[in-house]
């Protein structure tokens, strides 16, 4: 029998965690043909630990870096050398890293610089805009040029990769495992662990969900789109707006002065993923800057407002489920006021559309790695998804 191969799976925030989390979980049930060694970088501490908890993942090794107000100078810094040692030690066959963080980029370099290949899950976003979003569009660009087996979620994320002439027979099709971690964690009957958010649902009243965090819209532009929140908090006194604020201090001194002690907005902590998914299920419409949400929101029939001036995920905009609002403070009122008012506004944009994924892209990649490996022969069948983007 061929000898196992060893596959290193490095991860460190929030979104890259959650969209490992159903791969990681594959690869771990082929043990004949894989050893698993799961490394946390940990740039993000609390915010990781409820997603390792929920998937009850416990990482081989956690690097631990996170400081508070940290650059990305330093995360690069503390990430880069004490990566090297692992991957010395552990000497894997193939290093997994997903999306665009700084722990995806240097993930991908510490394993370039000792020869070891790089799959990368999520490969082939872009928009063509390297200040937004900062400092993700390159980091993805920079994984790109390192990785040796793409992962691409969609068919215009293959063609994106093509453009920059990427090698065609390393690009796979597999849709987005964040669909895969979604179909686990949403439930029909879902208790929420804080007793407040039982009772806000139970007022069967519009939920409005807010999440923000983008370094590029830090300070000015933040605080616009704050604005509009409030004032449609005050132009609805019957709607519920929950806002899980993000840790970064600078999301929060923004977020804070702003939205605080207004009785219909609810500030809370970052909620854990199974409690956060399971409230978009249940709100009316979701405004965020979010790469992941905008991902989720669509697969749930929720129309999302996306508070930022371009995105890489043009699929939900295309097909109406989402729409671009930027920063500014007058269209994000103006756009969320019609979808509370008119129907049929609402109407048109809340239908539920699987562009990114259909739940199977995590057993599409380990199916792939196995052939890389030449441990199969059995060919892959590609996502496709059901409509045309
Ligand atoms: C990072 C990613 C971004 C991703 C986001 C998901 C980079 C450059 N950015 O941005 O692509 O969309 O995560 O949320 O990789 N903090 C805590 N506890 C936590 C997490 C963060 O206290 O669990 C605070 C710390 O003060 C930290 C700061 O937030 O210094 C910023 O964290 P960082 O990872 O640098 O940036 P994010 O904005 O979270
Ligand atoms: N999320 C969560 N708790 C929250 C807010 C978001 O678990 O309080 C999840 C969300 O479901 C999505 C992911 O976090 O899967 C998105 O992460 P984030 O917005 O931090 O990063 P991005 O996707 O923009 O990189």
């Known amino acids: ?50 997603v390792l908890e929920v998937f009850k993942i416990k990482p081989d090794h956690d690097l631990n870096i996170m400081e508070p107000r940290q650059t990305l100078a330093t995360i690069t810094k503390n990430t880069i050398e004490a990566l090297d040692g692992i991957l010395e030690m552990e000497k894997p066959d193939l290093v997994l890293v997903q999306g665009d963080t700084t722990t995806t980029f240097v993930g991908s370099l510490a394993a370039f610089f000792r020869h070891i290949p790089v799959g990368h899950v999520e ?16 980091n993805r660009r920079l994984t790109s040029c390192i990785a040796d087996l793409h992962f691409a979620p969609t068919s215009a994320a293959r063609r994106a990769l093509l453009r920059e002439h990427v090698d065609p027979r390393s690009v796979f099709v597999t849709g987005n495992s964040v669909i895969d971690a979604l179909n686990i964690s949403v439930k029909a009957r879902y208790r929420f662990s804080r007793e407040d958010l039982n009772k ?7 939920i409005l969900l807010i999440t923000m965090h983008r370094r590029e819209n830090l300070g000015e532009p933040m605080r616009g789109a704050a604005m509009a929140i409030r004032r449609l908090a005050s132009m609805f006194p019957d709607c519920e707006v929950i806002f899980p604020v993000h840790l970064n201090p600078r999301v929060r001194e923004v977020v804070y002065p702003v939205l605080s002690r207004i009785p219909n907005v609810h500030l809370v902590e970052p909620m854990d993923y199974s409690g956060f998914v399971n409230l978009m299920a249940k709100s009316y419409l979701i405004l965020t800057d979010s790469g992941g949400v905008q991902e989720e929101g669509p697969a749930l029939g929720k129309p999302v407002l996306v508070l930022r001036e371009v995105t890489e995920r043009p699929e939900a ?42 739940g199977r892209a995590a057993r599409r990649t380990v199916g792939i790695i196995i052939r890389y490996f030449g441990l199969s022969r059995a060919l892959v069948k590609e996502f496709r998804p059901g409509i045309s983007v």
């Open 200 to 206: 806000i649902v139970a007022m069967q009243r519009r």
């Open 1 to 50: 029998m061929a000898k196992k191969k060893k596959i290193a799976v490095i991860f460190g925030t929030r979104p890259d965690t959650i969209k490992l989390a159903p791969i990681i979980l594959e690869l771990k049930k082929r043990t004949a043909h894989f050893k698993v060694v799961t490394i946390a970088t940990a740039q993000h501490r609390q915010m990781l630990d409820q």
């Open 317 to 358: 905009v295309e097909y109406g489920t989402a729409k671009l609002v930027g920063l500014n403070e007058e269209k994000i009122v103006n756009t969320a006021r019609k979808l509370m008012e008119n129907s049929r506004a609402y109407n048109e944009m809340a239908r539920a559309t699987n562009p990114y994924g259909d």
């Open 123 to 138: 490969a082939g976003l872009r928009t063509n805009n390297k200040a937004h979003p900062f400092p993700e569009e390159i």
